[in-house]
Structures are given as C-alpha cells and as structure tokens.
C-alpha cells in the first residue's frame, strides 16, 4: 500500500483525497468531486497548473539532457540558474547550492553554518536558533530546526544545540544572546511562520541584528514557503532593515513542477569560502539536476513575461477585503500576510466538539464545499495561487462562506 504522509493508516486511499486531474485552478478528485484550490498545491503552484513557460522549458531538456549531476561536474543550465537568482536578489558576486527539498536545504544550511564558524575561527559556535511554532523540514536536522511539535522526542530528533524562542517577544533573544551568544552559529528564521500564518516581530529582528554585530553568527532566511511573491516580493527578508547572509528557496522555486531547492549565499560567506579555498561538503543526486534547472529557468522567464507584482497587488487587496469580512461575520480570527493566511474557526461554529473535530475532518468538510484549503490548528490555512483570476477568487469565497454557514 501507499503511506500518504501525515495519515493514519486508517484515513489512506479515501477516494476523496485522490487528486486525479486539474482544470485551471479547480482539482478533480476520483469520487468525482470538483474543489477550488486555495492551497497553491501545497503552496508550491505559486504561478498556475500547467504553466506553459515551465512546461515547455521541462519537454525541451527531457529529449536533450535529461540528467547531469552536479558532483565534481557542472551543466549550462545550473550556471545560469545560479547568475540569474543571483541577479534577483541583488548579490551578483554571491554563490549558490542547489538541494532536492526544503528540508534538505535547511539541513545544508546548518551544515554550512558549522562549516563557516570553524572556517571564521569560531569552531565552538554549534548552537542553532529559530523560533517556536517554526516549521523547517521533516529530516532529523530541520525537524530540530522546527519550533512546531513534530513529534521529535520520538524520532531522537531534540539537541540542547537547537534552541526555540517565541517569534513575537524579544526579550528571550536579549537574555539569550547575553547569556551564550558567543556559541550561536545560525540563525534561522521564517518572514512568517509557515505553520500557523505567525508574524515575525520587527523588535525581535532588531535585537538578532545586534547580535548577529556582536557575535558574527550566520542568519538565514528560510523562504521555502512564502518566497517567490507570496508576500509580494521574490524574498520577504529583502525587505528587513538588514539583510540575512543566506536564502532558501523552495516550492515556489519550480511551481511545484520539481523537487528542487537551493540556498542563495551572500558575498561576504561566500569570499570567506573562496579565499580559505575550502570545499563545502555537500551534495545530492537530484540536486540542480537539467530537470530541476530547466524548471527553474522556466518560472524566471515566467516572471520576466508578466508584471507579477501587479498581479500579485490585485488579487492580495480582495483577498484582504473578503477574508476580513468573513472574520467578522463569524468572529474569526484573521492573521497572516499577502496571500499566506489563516482563518480560525471559533469553538462554537464546530458542530462537535473540538477534541473530536481534526484538522483532516475540517479539511474533508470544506472539500466537500468544493474549495481544498489546509487545516492547521484551530481553523484553516488559505493560499490561493498568485495568478488566481479575482473572479475565481471570488467564486471560492462563495463556497467558504458556505462552509463556514454549515459549521455553525
């Protein structure tokens, strides 16, 4: 049998749940159900279902080069990748490292961490910081990155050296930095966190900023679930006050089309490699692979073909108006930003009681609506795609509020 991830084996093979086709943003399931998407896939299909800057881009290397790797070996597509992220995001004398996943990425990221503060005459800073509530990946070093609770304990995957703090109180970082700031190697953080829509505190950046001055620790911005646009820009934490020293991109990266993932790096990591002449010791099979470079380079030429951030401004200020309206016609809560959102439910909507209500028996109801949105705990995560026409938009609002009728 097929172990869908994050089932029981009790809840697998639902006929519901099997997504067979998609016709513009509408999912087709093999009960015959028909659903809206308001999860971009997973927010992964930032730019639509079938894509053809992307499609295209992936039939013309599939009969060419299909495969490359990467070890000791490079490829043109890989190259230009490389220059053109780094021409995005403003750091042309920068560098980059391809992965196969998010969590596979952040697992690198750490790994590059360690490998710089030895390098920097630092080799005991060993300690990672992120936030509580974070969520960074399912292998065991991004499940200790991870705020969230992923069941750790179970899968040995807690270390005194990963360290949470709340993502909206600067004062634990103050006393923390205090304390063991000289043993920090990594800061990682989300622009908003992915699990629960949180946003990050601007008084906690500033006070890991300072640190960051004082302690010469790396911070990186784990982007893996809202760059690509998702908040309006290529990378949310291009807009902080100071910028992060690396990058990680994801999902978005491909429009779900590949698994692949990569970390941009900033001048100065990268000339402290350079000039050492120090090899990173890191590599996967997959990883900036012709396949997963022709994807990439498809969605960049993409972008390059619309003004997305137009398109992006035009559905985000309905999405805003609409998803407000909601909350208060049923006292939701509403947080999140741009097109990353979550919607609670309120105890007394649920039909019975909460204990017994699951996420997936939330997600199952809404789907029976005809709109695929993502449980999270109490309520529901809406993520529509960027390039969503307002006018589909507004036919799922329809069947959400329907939804939440039938609830109450």
Sequence with gaps: MLWEALLPPSEMGNPARMITGVDGYELTFA?????????????????????????????????????????????????????????????PEGAVVFSTSGSALNDSIVKLALHRAALTGNPRARTVVSAAGSYHGMTINSMQLSGDDLNQALYGARSPRYVHLPA???????????????????????????TGAYPLS????????????????????????????????????????????????????TNGTEASALMVISPSVTDEFVEADSMFVHGETQAGSPMATAAILGVLDFLNSVDIEAIYDRLNATVESDLRDLANRYGCELRGQGLFRFLGV??????????????????DHFLSHGISVQPSEGGIQVIPPITLPVATWKEAVRRLDDGLRDLA
């Design 202 to 253: 601007a008084d906690v950046l500033d006070v890991i900023f300072q640190a960051r001055r004082e302690h010469d620790f790396l911070l990186a911005a784990d982007e893996v679930a809202v760059g690509f646009y998702r908040l309006g820009k290529l990378a949310a934490s291009l807009g902080w006050h100071e910028p992060p020293d690396v990058i990680g991109f994801s999902k978005g990266l």
């Design 31 to 91: 009960d015959g159900n028909q659903a809206i998407c308001l999860t971009s896939g997973l927010w992964n299909v930032n730019f639509g279902y079938g894509n053809r800057f992307v499609a295209d881009h992936i039939d013309q290397v599939c009969s060419k080069l299909h495969y490359a790797t990467l070890f000791r070996h490079s490829h043109p597509d890989a190259h230009e990748v490389a220059e053109r992220m780094l021409q995005k995001v403003g750091w």
């Design 168 to 194: 909206d109180d600067p004062k634990p970082w103050q006393d923390f930095f205090q304390a063991r700031g000289s043993t920090v190697a990594l800061v990682m953080l989300e622009p908003l966190l992915g």
């Design 346 to 363: 309120p105890k007394n909507l649920l039909q019975e009681p909460s204990d017994d209500f699951s996420g997936l028996k939330l997600h």
